[in-house]
């Protein structure tokens, strides 16, 4: 955590609300950033199982926005044409709200149990960033499967556990 943060705390949150009620928080400076962890579960799913729902708060204001499938879009053109992205209503939605929602500087976001505050691993412990545990989640699962050894929980997997629709 930067020193800014550990003093006032981050600028943007996203909150996994069950019913309601959060359960898991994501903070971060860099509200791109932290929407970047779920563009594409939101492209492929379009949102999330009720009773879920997620919402990110600039918590400089207290301004809270609920994220819907129509905040999220593929590329239309260009050299990234298909790819997932925020959509003009999203990104017009963060600007009325910060004129500055565009900055990017930030680190590793802190991804927590919204009542106890406990830290959950974003990648698990195994992984230091998305490409390392893009390359080897797949390999470690079987690995463990076959070994007897419980998994870590991680972000990635909360994630799914409400996004992806059954």
Known sequence: MGIFSSLFGYKWSMYFRNDGAIEY???????IRILGYV???FIEHKAPKPPWDVVVNFN???HWLKL???HFMLTQEGPYK???TLSPLLLSELASIDSNFRTRRGGEPIFEEGRTKKKIP???SRYSSVDNFAQNAGRDAISDAFSGREREVNYYQ???SILIQS
């Open 122 to 124: 974003v990648y698990g």
């Open 60 to 62: 400089v204001t207290q």
């Open 39 to 41: 563009l594409t579960p």
């Open 25 to 31: 928080a994501m903070h971060e400076n860099s509200v």
């Open 158 to 160: 909360i994630c799914n």
């Open 68 to 70: 819907h499938e129509d």
């Open 82 to 84: 298909g790819e997932p």
